[in-house]
């Protein structure tokens, strides 16, 4: 791709000032020397396939989405990669030479790419991963653990026909178990993800029972605020490897920035630390 003299890229969301990528691509685009500039962008729903339309010829090379566009944006791309269509939504967005738009999703690719830098010893295929949660994160950290040959999903949520439909979705390798009895299946995980937003700040706890987590259990949380939740904090105690929620947002936004300013980041401590 033939980059702009000044190539621009951003993030559209509603609301937005709370955003973090513009900081880490800023953080980035500095670190190398690069011309260039991420913006936020708050647009509305109405607005969103005319301000689509128009940043190309302003002289964006792509943009980030963010809630609540990731599936409405769906509609207004040419093409879709695979794995955005699996998940069902588009949070990385590329405007090509030739006028079209290109519309991918790298919420998987963060989310595997943080567990393997988190916890080197985690091994896909050591057993079954209990996944918490059944909304929009859950559909891309299913994705991409399936994809690395996790064996086994015990999947569970509040509402149990949201799992069902991602059962559906994802085919006979994803077991759906009743949220009150999510803590019964913590002895079998070799893996644990909490995608909800239970346990964030200002949130509710989350409350599932955590007596049978193995300290051969690996456990992650997608929430970041705050950085140690409750739920990481015992799985530590109980000497679990544990990792936060922080590395998938820096590493999902790694292929976006590559495309969109030709140069692959490091996600490293500074990078983390840059954004914080």
Not at 12 to 36: C, D, E, M, Q, V
Not at 172 to 188: F, H, I, S, T
Request: glycine share 10%.
């Amino acid at each position: 791709m033939t980059l702009p003299s000044i190539p621009l890229a951003g993030v559209i969301g509603n609301p937005i000032a709370h955003s973090k990528s513009p900081r880490l691509h800023g953080f980035w685009l500095n670190k190398y020397g690069l011309t260039g500039h991420y913006i936020p962008l708050e647009v509305a729903t109405d607005d969103l396939e005319a301000v689509l339309r128009a940043m190309p010829k302003m002289g964006f090379v792509g943009t980030n989405v963010t809630l609540p566009h990731k599936e409405r944006v769906m509609q207004f791309v040419d093409s879709v990669t695979d794995r955005a269509t699996l998940i069902g939504a588009v949070n990385t967005i590329i405007f090509r030479n030739d006028g079209t738009i290109l519309g991918d999703n790298t919420d998987g690719y963060g989310f595997i790419e943080n567990l393997r830098q988190g916890a080197p010893a985690w091994n896909a295929s050591a057993g079954a991963a209990v996944v918490l949660g059944a909304g929009g994160a859950a559909r891309a950290v299913v994705a991409s653990l399936l994809d690395a040959g996790v064996p086994e999903i015990l999947l569970t949520n509040r509402t149990r026909a949201r799992a069902e439909k991602l059962r559906e979705d994802f085919g006979a390798r994803v077991k759906v178990v009743e949220w009150v009895q999510a803590g019964n299946v913590l002895d079998q995980a070799a893996t644990l993800v909490n995608t909800t937003s239970l346990g964030m700040t200002g949130k509710p706890d989350l409350r599932v029972p955590l007596d049978g987590l193995r300290k051969e259990t690996v456990v992650t949380d997608l929430v970041y605020t705050p950085m140690q939740t409750q739920l990481l904090a015992v799985a530590a105690e109980k000497g679990c490897a544990t990792v936060d929620g922080l590395g998938m947002l820096l590493h999902q936004a790694v292929p976006g920035f590559e495309r969109w300013f030709g140069r692959r980041p490091t996600v490293d401590e500074e990078a983390r630390r840059a954004v914080l």
